[in-house]
């Protein structure tokens, strides 16, 4: 089973930008639906941004507010977040996940729990 492996989290002041990487062990299959989550303690984790491998419009949820990009090297298996004007409030663990889920589900708020492989999650922490 592919495995996600997250790193880039860290800490960072208010303003600034932050880049988060997933490494897939494997070839990530077709109809996939691959994304960020973060979970702040005490609260539900969220979708912070998804895409899929057969519509190229990434989701992003609506606290990015423009300020988050996902992509995706297919030949590195890698999934990428570059985060900017970070904000305290976007001080969470943040997890990559990939999961077996049509287009019209992952690119409309999908539930975490649509997913069904995780990596282990990367801190970041925004002081203001």
């Known amino acids: 089973q592919v495995q996600l492996v997250e790193s880039g989290g860290g800490s960072v002041q208010a303003g600034g930008s932050l880049g988060l990487s997933c490494v897939a062990s494997?070839?990530?299959?077709?109809?996939?639906?691959l994304g960020w989550f973060r979970q702040i303690p005490g609260y539900n984790r969220q979708a912070v941004a998804t895409?899929?491998?057969?519509?190229?419009?990434?989701y992003y949820g609506g606290f990015v507010r423009g300020r988050f990009t996902i992509s995706r090297d297919i030949a590195k298996n890698t999934l990428f977040l570059q985060m900017s004007s970070l904000e305290p409030e976007d001080s969470a663990t943040y997890y990559c996940?990939?999961?077996?889920?049509?287009?019209?589900?992952?690119?409309?708020?999908?539930?975490?729990?649509?997913?069904?492989?995780w990596g282990q999650g990367t801190q970041v922490t925004v002081s203001s």
């Open positions: 895409i899929h491998t057969e519509n190229g419009s990434p």
């Open positions: 996940a990939a999961g077996r889920v049509a287009a019209s589900r992952c690119l409309s708020a999908p539930s975490p729990h649509d997913l069904g492989l």
């Open positions: 494997g070839i990530i299959p077709d109809n996939y639906c």
